[in-house]
């Protein structure tokens, strides 16, 4: 998504809702009113896919904290107390 959003006025949306739709799939839109920003309007798999990829990042930030947490080893320090020896 190198590209800047367009920009649409709210009101051109009941007019124009079949064009405006489909138009999503290049990507979002912006709907202003008076002239500010007032919602995002995208596809739905752009969406989802947005939702998943927040959800991963949550999951990657919940991850490295509790690797910080006091206590936490990572697996090679683990495998290394037992005397095992790391794979490489």
């Given at each position: 998504?190198?590209?800047?959003?367009?920009?649409?006025?709210?009101?051109?949306?009941?007019?124009r809702?079949?064009?405006?739709?489909?138009?999503?799939?290049?990507?979002?839109v912006?709907?202003?009113?008076?002239?500010?920003?007032?919602?995002?309007?995208?596809?739905?798999?752009?969406?989802?896919?947005?939702?998943?990829?927040?959800?991963?990042?949550?999951?990657?930030?919940?991850?490295?904290?509790?690797?910080?947490?006091?206590?936490?080893?990572?697996?090679?320090?683990?495998?290394?107390?037992?005397?095992?020896?790391?794979?490489?």
């Open positions: 998504m190198s590209r800047l959003p367009k920009l649409i006025p709210i009101s051109d949306l009941r007019a809702q079949a064009e405006i739709l489909a138009g999503l799939a290049e990507g979002p912006i709907l202003t009113q008076h002239s500010k920003g007032a919602a995002v309007l995208m596809a739905i798999d752009h969406y989802e896919r947005l939702l998943t990829m927040i959800e991963d990042l949550e999951d990657a930030l919940d991850a490295a904290e509790s690797r910080q947490d006091a206590g936490a080893m990572t697996f090679d320090e683990y495998l290394s107390q037992r005397g095992e020896r790391v794979p490489t």
